[in-house]
């Protein structure tokens, strides 16, 4: 989960140094299986936080933050984040940067609610 946070973190310096506006819009960009899987689990971030409150169980928080990681390098895997080789950044890249970012920021928070730190770097 920490490693999967750094990663998060890398993607966006690289994308930066690569030139990915990640502020432009994207319409819907979103139809891979990998990217669709980790959109779904960070929609349920809230609902499994607060659970995990109401029960006490903060190993739920624990699981969903393992299946959020093990789907974002499912993802990383799958869908290029970045631009390869001369291609130029595009909406896509775009979008998955922004995925990324997203995913980052959730591990971050529940890392950080487990009383673990969240490294930039590893």
């Known amino acids: 989960m920490r490693y999967a946070h750094s990663r998060t973190r890398a993607l966006l310096r690289n994308a930066h140094d690569l030139g990915v506006e990640i502020e432009a819009p ?7 299986p ?3 899987e980790l959109l779904g689990l960070l929609a349920d971030y809230p609902r499994v936080i607060e659970t995990a409150a109401r029960r ?3 190993d739920r928080v624990a699981r ?5 990681a093990d789907a974002f390098f ?7 984040p970045l631009p390869k080789g001369d291609e130029k950044p595009s909406a896509v890249h775009a979008a998955r940067i922004r995925l990324a970012d997203a995913t980052g920021i959730v591990l971050a928070d529940g890392l950080r609610m487990l009383g ?7």
């Not at 969903?64 to 959020?68: K, Y």
């Not at 499912?74 to 290029?80: G, I, L, N, V, W």
């Not at 673990?116 to 590893?122: E, K, L, R, T």
């Open 26 to 32: 994207a319409q819907d960009p979103y139809r891979h």
């Open 34 to 36: 990998a990217e669709t």
């Open 56 to 58: 006490r169980a903060p």
């Open 64 to 68: 969903h933050l393992e299946r959020l």
């Open 74 to 80: 499912r993802f990383h895997d799958e869908c290029d």
């Open 116 to 122: 673990i730190s969240a490294p930039d770097h590893m």
